[in-house]
């Protein structure tokens, strides 16, 4: 069949009908009574995407999606049979859809007319998707402002009361929307009276400002305060100006910020020296040195910040501790070394670091923290200590030394006094037994005088053996009382002390005596005890040279002493010996019982001298006596 | 000296052996020796043996030397004693008892027997006079002569040397300043009645009391100013003077 053509309204007076139907924004759609299309104008041929030839004769339910498309000739034929005007004459908000099968919201009125007797329909389209993409915008827009977490407000530029407040307000607040909306933002605000506000938001009124951020305390429905910062910026719309307030709860921001202003007044404040380094730039720059740090090395922190801490060691790289220290810095770990650091004048102390790395959430190392304590004064208090303590130990052992040489000197010491008791008892003793034989010999010597020369010449020998033991009984009991023994001090010449000394031993002719003493010495002593000590020295000398020899007796005055000095040309004292000789019992003779020579020194020390001997192995010996020089007058020097 | 008689000594020692040895020895030397073995012993011989001298040991078991030579002083004023010892610590209390001499043990024999003859005709010589210049140069005078020489200045005194040496040979003022020195030799005759005492005076009134003295025995007298040759030649005399 062919293609019905569309009746369109002719020129001239249908011109003007024809112009508004042809430039109609809306789309205009003409069918009968059955849905066949008849015309459509070009509106809504753009509408629908189609042509005018490609709908003028289809259904108008072409024009419509499922299930509007099935339903419509159901609708048509209602109407037909009802009469009853659904949407004839009235308006209604359905679905169209296009040639290329999309969808769109329009508004569809449809009148009814007659044209030859034919009932038609006519149909006004107006497409609502603009409409309804700003609608589904706006929707979403208060969505997003209805759930914000932050509160937000709006309130009139006027009356200041609220028009709107989100969900986050209103929970937060504790007020319904109703109870808002009666409300301005003062009722909320104890610190703003209407006057404080009104010239608070004045330069966003005159426009002077854009938006005003600002602190302030806002108060519950259960009068609850808390801490908020405030947005502000006017809205103009549709000629009407309102307020938008976003509003930030700050109060953890307020509460952490007080935490952090007590955490820097405490850095500021510390005794320790605090550094803060930055880990994550090169060389671990200092960020952050506190006052104490100033006071402890005298470095301000403007001259420290930016440097790496080694400054604080000058030359004085080779301590131990610098190594752990590098090592933990390397290894991210935390350190407590005590370093030797130098102040801005140079003068050393120590330095007691305790250095702890610091990371992010995420654990990556952001920042170094070191504290500092100068504990020069503990240190050296320890060196002192340790010093002390060795020198303690030192003195202890020293001591301990010296005590026990003082107790093996008094074992001695006793052992000796008490075998000089015993050696002076047994002397004693022995004395008598002596003396008895001592007469007898005498005796039968006085009635033996012409005698048998045999029987003369045995108690010779008797006699002989009786003086020998009296001279060691004498020896013996001399050295037991001599500690005892009290000094007759006198003053008389060194030569008449050796005279005597000479008298009491008897050399044998094969020895010579040579002496040489000025007449004028004097000294101030026990004599019976010199003239003892010096006939010691001259048996002893005799003793060593038993080939014969000589003795030489010197005495001469140096400085304050009187020097007497007894040389034999005998065989000599070995070097080893030169002491010893001096110990009791200590003896290289056959006879004898050894304690002439320490008797002798005892008796030199009790006269405030000294007693010494020098020799020469196979040369000879000379023991040198020194007392005090007594002057002219009597008197000791 | 004209003794026939032989001098007597009496020698003491705890020791027999000892004791006996120096007897031996000593009647060599022609000496009559008894010997005591204790002190107390020594009392009883001393008081009827009458020694010229004993020789006493000091230190011995009952009543040592010392004690035994005071119980016999007064029995037998004219011996002298020589005490020996091997103690030295003694000999201090000893010499105080008016030893003639302390010898130390063991004894040498030959020094003994010098001592011992020594002693029997020696006598210390106590001079009493209140003129204290003249005791000094009459003493001088005397030690320069050997002579052991004590002094005293009044009766008192006189009395309390002589108590511990009655051997002494008296040389006595016959006006001892204020008392009189008859009454000072009859007292010393008490002590010892065979005191030898010296009279001296400067007064020659006092004749009829020298008298007196001599018939209580008294030596010799001397009229100040003394001649000093004469005074020692009797002073030796009289110590030889025999029992």
Redesign the interface.
């Known amino acids: 069949m062919s293609k019905p053509k569309q009746s369109l309204p002719t020129a001239t007076a249908d011109s003007r009908l024809y112009a508004i139907w042809s430039t109609a924004v809306e789309g205009i759609v003409t069918i009968d009574e059955r849905g066949k299309i008849e015309t459509i104008n070009p509106a809504g041929e753009s509408l629908f995407g189609y042509t005018a030839d490609e709908l003028t004769g289809r259904n108008v339910s072409t024009l419509m999606p499922s299930p509007y498309h099935d339903e419509h000739d159901g609708y048509l034929k209602n109407y037909r049979d009802t009469g009853v005007k659904k949407i004839i004459g009235i308006g209604r908000e359905v679905v169209g859809k296009r040639k290329d099968g999309t969808k769109f919201p329009m508004h569809l009125s449809v009148s009814e007319f007659r044209i030859a007797d034919k009932r038609m329909f006519a149909g006004f389209v107006r497409d609502l998707s603009e409409r309804e993409r700003s609608e589904e915008i706006e929707q979403r827009l208060g969505r997003i402002v209805e759930d914000s977490l932050n509160e937000i407000f709006l309130f009139d530029a006027e009356t200041l009361k609220f028009v709107q407040a989100n969900r986050g307000a209103r929970e937060n607040l504790g007020y319904s929307l109703d109870e808002l909306r009666g409300m301005t933002p003062v009722d909320i605000k104890p610190e703003y009276t209407q006057e404080q506000f009104a010239e608070l938001v004045g330069p966003l009124v005159s426009g002077q400002e854009d938006q005003l951020v600002f602190e302030a305390v806002h108060r519950r429905k259960d009068r609850s305060l808390y801490d908020v910062e405030i947005h502000l910026q006017m809205s103009r719309f549709q000629s009407k100006s309102c307020f938008v307030a976003i509003i930030l709860d700050i109060t953890e921001r307020n509460r952490t910020k007080a935490s952090l202003l007590v955490q820097q007044r405490a850095l500021e404040s510390a005794v320790n020296g605090i550094l803060i380094t930055d880990a994550t730039q090169a060389d671990n720059p200092i960020i952050y040195a506190n006052p104490a740090m100033e006071q402890i090395t005298g470095y301000s922190a403007e001259e420290v910040i930016g440097r790496n801490c080694r400054f604080l060691q000058n030359d004085d790289r080779e301590q131990a501790a610098i190594d752990e220290l590098r090592d933990a810095i390397k290894n991210e770990r935390k350190c407590k070394v005590v370093l030797r650091n130098y102040r801005k004048d140079g003068t050393p102390f120590w330095n007691s670091l305790s250095v702890s790395p610091v990371r992010s959430p995420d654990g990556v190392l952001t920042n170094f923290i070191g504290i500092q304590s100068d504990v020069t004064d503990r240190m050296v208090a320890e060196e002192a200590l340790v010093n002390m303590n060795a020198e303690l130990e030192q003195r202890v052992e020293e001591r301990t030394r010296q005590l026990q040489d003082a107790q093996t000197q008094l074992v001695r010491n006793e052992k000796l006094a008490t075998l000089g008791q015993l050696a002076g008892g047994v002397a ?1 003793e022995i ?2 037994p ?3 034989i ?3 010999v ?2 039968l010597q ?2 033996q005088a012409d005698g048998d020369e045999d029987a003369a010449e045995a108690l010779k020998e008797i006699s002989r053996g009786l003086g020998n033991s ?1 001279r060691i009984v004498s020896e013996l009991l001399d050295f037991a009382r001599a500690p005892e023994a009290p000094r007759e001090l006198s003053r008389f010449p060194i030569g008449e002390a050796i005279t005597g000394a000479l008298e009491m031993v008897s050399l044998p002719k094969s020895i010579n005596v040579a002496r040489s003493a000025p007449a004028e010495l004097f000294i101030n002593a026990d004599r019976g005890q010199i003239e003892r000590l010096l006939a010691n020295l001259l048996q002893n000398a005799a003793q060593a040279m038993t080939e014969g020899g000589s003795i030489t007796i010197r005495c001469q005055a140096i400085g304050e002493s009187l020097v007497t000095e007894v040389t034999d040309t005998g065989k000599g004292i070995a070097i080893e010996d030169l002491e010893k000789i001096f110990e009791p019992l200590f003896t290289k003779r056959a006879k004898g019982i050894g304690l002439g020579l320490s008797l002798c020194r005892r008796y030199a020390t009790q006269n405030d001298g000294t007693l010494k001997a020098t020799s020469e192995l196979g040369k000879g010996s000379t023991f040198s006596l020194s007392l005090p020089l007594a002057n002219k007058n009597g008197a000791t020097s | 000296m004209t003794s026939e008689t032989l001098q007597r000594v009496l020698v003491v020692d705890d ?1 027999p ?2 004791a006996s ?2 007897q ?2 000593l009647k ?1 030397q022609g000496y009559e020796v008894h010997t005591a073995n204790s002190g107390e012993e020594a009392v009883l011989e001393a008081r009827d043996w009458q020694p010229d001298g004993i020789l006493m040991d000091l230190k011995m078991p009952g009543i040592d030397g010392v004690e035994a030579y005071r119980q016999i002083r007064p029995l037998c004023p004219n011996a002298f004693v020589i005490f020996m010892t ?2 030295s610590s003694l000999v201090d209390d000893a010499r105080g008892e008016g030893a003639a001499e302390v010898l130390t ?3 040498d ?2 020094q003994t027997c010098e001592l011992i003859s020594q002693s029997l005709v020696t006598r210390p010589v106590l001079v009493v006079d209140d003129d204290a210049d003249f005791c000094k140069s009459l003493a001088r005078a005397l030690k320069a002569n050997g002579c052991l020489v004590q002094t005293a200045l009044s009766a008192e005194e006189a009395l309390d040397i002589y108590a511990k040496q009655p051997r002494s040979v008296v040389m006595l003022d016959m006006r001892l300043g204020e008392t009189n020195g008859f009454d000072l030799l009859r007292s010393l005759k008490e002590q010892n009645a065979k005191a030898i005492v010296i009279q001296m005076s400067g007064y020659s009134d006092m004749g009829s009391q020298m008298s007196k003295g001599m018939e209580l025995s008294a030596t010799a007298c001397f009229h100040k100013p003394l001649d000093i040759e004469s005074v020692i030649t009797t002073v030796k005399q009289a110590m030889r003077k025999p029992k």
């Open positions: 004693h004395r008598n002596l003396g008895v001592r007469n007898a005498y005796f006085q009635v009296e | 020791e052996d000892m040895g120096i031996r020895i060599l091997a103690y043990k063991p004894l024999p030959e």
